[in-house]
């Protein structure tokens, strides 16, 4: 079964654009996690957000965590050709050492 | 190599064939997990390893599905008797979490590029 469902489930936008993700999930967890899965590279890591954080940033990266409605969402600020790829939230349920997986947003950037 | 490979990266079976399916994972990382991801679909979890010992096995979808890792190192993704339903890419993913240790704080798992199976 799948924890979390992302929003919207595809997504295309110019390039140099910000795109924003959005990902609702349903139990209690300790973490968050995003992950980006492209052809060429599989799935990678890109950032992770403690249960106890409520923002983050990396490079062009910005995550956002909200515990009372169970919710995160991704910005990623100008973006670019080889940002094109499907984005996951992820949630790690109390310690548990598996990663359960949302559906994913498909994001296009166009030239 | 630095990171997860798999093999074999493509693999066509006949429905009701066997196929074994391989991870290496990076050398000295203790866990290991198995994903199935269907398309169109995130990866879903199928099973853990903690060194040789399968400590969640709570994701595979039925008793055809057999894992093993007995030296701790690489592992094998048995299916028996393959249906097309199993057509799906399995992702096999290592990180250096111990028990009840945090070697880091959270449990960031790297993953390989995925076996692509297809059942006809």
């Known amino acids: 079964s799948q924890q979390g469902e992302e929003d919207p489930q595809a997504l295309s936008i110019q390039e140099g654009e910000n795109a924003t993700m959005n990902c609702s999930y349903k139990?209690?967890?300790?973490?968050l996690q995003w992950y980006r899965q492209n052809s060429g590279r599989g799935l990678v890591h890109l950032i992770l957000i403690r249960s106890n954080e409520r923002e983050k940033h990396s490079g062009r990266l910005r995550v956002t965590l909200d515990t009372s409605k169970k919710s995160s969402s991704l910005l990623i600020t100008a973006s670019r050709a080889a940002d094109t790829a499907s984005y996951f939230c992820?949630?790690?349920?109390?310690?548990?050492?598996?990663?359960?997986f949302g559906k994913g947003t498909r994001l296009h950037i166009l030239p | 190599g630095a990171g997860v490979s798999q093999s074999p990266r493509y693999k066509v079976a006949k429905r009701g064939q066997d196929v074994a399916l391989r991870c290496d994972p990076i050398s000295g990382h203790v866990s290991l997990f198995w994903y199935q991801q269907a398309l169109g679909q995130g990866p879903e979890f199928l099973t853990y390893f903690q060194n040789e010992a399968q400590l969640d096995k709570s994701g595979l979808p039925s008793d055809r599905f057999f894992a093993e890792r007995p030296e701790g190192s690489v592992s094998t993704l048995k299916i028996q008797r393959t249906q097309q339903e199993d057509s799906a890419v399995y992702l096999c993913a290592s990180s250096t979490r111990l028990a009840g240790l945090l070697i880091r704080s959270y449990n960031e798992q790297f993953f390989g590029p995925g076996t692509r199976l297809t059942v006809l």
């Open positions: 992820a949630t790690s349920p109390n310690r548990d050492d598996k990663i359960i």
């Open positions: 139990t209690s967890i300790n973490n």
